[in-house]
């Protein structure tokens, strides 16, 4: 009676798992892309950013929505679309958010963990290297940019469960190499570098070896700013890598001349859903290149705002 219960209870419990689905190659690269190199099996402690893109709705239709308010003889001519409208028009089908995020929780990504961009087309969520390889059945390496020495993190191929893999356009990141800005070293945090002798970050007396903002105004002649244009501010745009404020803070504090006051940071305009950095991401080294292209420009233009 007893055995009888306990295979009982050990089917009921079979039954309550998720099925394990075979994967199915959903992206592979074809070689190595000619300006990078492996480096490195990346750290499985490793925060990465992902984003899982997601099938939309409608795309074979937007040649005929523009026509539609743009052609002088249609009766909609120049009524154009609010965001919303065209976020609605596209987004994925409730099916395919419903078939994704199911699959993501059932492989231990809990859903408070899960975000969406405002058009619903991305789910985004911070995993670690071990954790996205498990999902992705890949392996994440360190790839460095033969001309630069610049680094990034990425798999030469990942697959999908069959039933999702038909809902999602693709991942990120994993394949993408071509046309991302390389970080400067591969873990920021534990690399030196031949300039640990030189203390302080202005000045022109090691611009042999270091860069200053002192350097660059000499070698360049730009002089020191001193005003401020409405309606003029730099945009910088950031793709692959991520502004962690309170890095300017400090850099602010310390490393500026004439001082740039601490509480100074720029307007944040998010586009398809993009976000700040956090703490996770500043610690796994993606925020480097953001921090260098504004530390640089606010150095160069303030009081210009950016």
């Not at 392996?139 to 999602?168: F, M, W």
Request: proline letters at 6%; a negative charge; charged letters at 20%.
């Amino acid at each position: 009676m007893h055995l009888l219960t306990l295979i009982t209870a050990f089917a009921g419990l079979a039954s309550a798992l998720p099925s394990a689905e075979p994967h199915v190659l959903h992206e592979k690269r074809d070689g190595l892309p000619v300006a990078w190199r492996h480096h490195s099996r990346a750290e499985r402690s490793t925060v990465l950013p992902v984003r899982i893109g997601l099938k939309q709705r409608n795309l074979e239709h937007g040649h005929k929505y523009v026509e539609d308010v743009a052609d002088p003889k249609s009766p909609n001519f120049g009524k154009h679309w609010s965001a919303e409208k065209v976020a609605n028009a596209f987004m994925p089908t409730q099916e395919t958010s419903d078939k994704v995020t199911n699959w993501l929780v059932a492989s231990g990504i809990s859903a408070d963990r899960l975000s969406h961009s405002v058009g619903r087309n991305w789910i985004e969520f911070s995993a670690t290297i071990d954790e996205t390889e498990r999902l992705l059945k890949t392996q994440y390496h360190v790839y460095q940019q033969k001309e630069t020495n610049g680094y990034r993190i990425a798999c030469d191929s990942y697959s999908l469960p069959q039933s999702v893999r038909e809902h999602v356009d693709f991942v990120m990141p994993t394949v993408q190499l071509d046309g991302l800005k390389p970080v400067s070293q591969a873990n920021p945090a534990l690399q030196g570098g031949p300039f640990n002798n030189i203390t302080g970050l202005t000045g022109l007396d090691h611009c042999n070896q270091l860069i200053t903002i002192d350097c660059l105004r000499a070698i360049y002649g730009i002089p020191v700013a001193s005003t401020n244009h409405s309606g003029n501010q730099l945009g910088i745009a950031e793709w692959a890598d991520y502004l962690y404020l309170p890095d300017l803070k400090v850099f602010f504090e310390n490393f500026t001349s004439p001082k740039i006051p601490s509480d100074v940071k720029p307007d944040f305009i998010s586009i398809d859903g993009g976000k700040m950095s956090n703490l996770s991401l500043a610690l796994a080294g993606e925020v480097v290149e953001s921090a260098l292209d504004f530390q640089t420009s606010y150095s160069i233009i303030y009081p210009q705002g950016i």
